[in-house]
């Protein structure tokens, strides 16, 4: 038996700190979506946000088989984020004239009010709260069945380390959102490294979509493998670094919002 708490406590600890690494990514979006709003609006829409993601991510919690078993939902999550960061990266990389098309940019986005803002940040939380829940579902699963029951579709004991790895991760988002606010400030081409972590996570939604049962396009147990484990993070580590250390990375001093 301690053997097999032994085990639970493992991959909590193991489930904290990858759902640290997606709260990082959540927290960053809601940074970089708000950013063109005037200070007192953009500290409300963060806020807004980090409560969304509460919600989002419990409700994720209490709806896990819904959302491991229906690919459509899975599939959405993908496109949008795909869509939101895509769209920002090929601007910025790949455009021409890329200093008129970022003026461009921040003018139609501070055309759009507090409310269009929120909305995007509300559907970004969810996207982020589809990919939070079965990255904590697919880790746990992988625990033997524990003495408590039954719930919320799984093994009680596995239930509980999503839980509880759910929490942990809610929590960093509140910190880690407040930190890259001031972070962006200081380092301006780290906007675009958002948005291309964005489309990253996008990705991987995606090819947990493309091995889903129903799909089959890749093999089941791919999105969980251990070479996918290491792509996945390989790639996210390389696109963190090329923009930290962008040239466009200088500090600019300005006072922080929160």
């Known amino acids: ?51 969304m993601a509460f919600l989002f991510r419990f409700g994720a919690l209490f709806a896990i088989s819904f959302i491991a078993n229906v690919w459509q939902i899975q599939a959405i999550g993908a496109a949008y984020l795909l869509y939101l960061g895509l769209k920002h990266v090929i601007q910025a990389r790949f455009g021409k004239n890329n200093e008129k098309i970022r003026k461009d940019n921040e003018k139609e986005a501070a055309g759009k009010g507090f409310w269009v803002t929120t909305g995007k940040i509300a559907l970004a939380d969810l996207a982020f709260a589809i990919d939070s829940i079965l990255a904590a579902v697919a880790l746990a699963l992988g625990l033997p069945d524990s003495p408590l029951g039954n719930f919320g579709g799984m093994d ?100 922080p919002i929160m």
């Open 156 to 255: 009680g004991g596995q239930f509980i380390v999503v839980l509880l790895g759910g929490i942990a991760g809610l929590i960093l988002i509140k910190f880690a959102a407040t930190w890259f606010v001031q972070l962006l400030e200081k380092r301006p081409a780290l906007e675009t490294t958002a948005y291309a972590i964005v489309a990253w996570v996008g990705v991987k939604l995606a090819v947990i979509t493309l091995a889903h049962e129903d799909i089959g396009v890749l093999n089941h147990d791919f999105p969980h493998s251990t070479t996918w484990t290491l792509i996945f993070y390989g790639v996210l580590v390389g696109i963190v670094l090329i923009g930290w250390f962008a040239p466009g990375n200088k500090s600019i001093h300005k006072n």
């Open 1 to 51: 038996m301690e053997s097999l708490w032994l085990q639970y406590a493992w991959t909590l600890l193991i489930l904290i700190g990858l759902e640290g690494l997606l709260s990082a990514d959540n927290a960053l979006v809601l940074a970089v979506i708000a950013k063109h709003l005037p200070d007192k609006q953009k500290k409300r829409a963060i806020n807004y946000g980090i409560m």
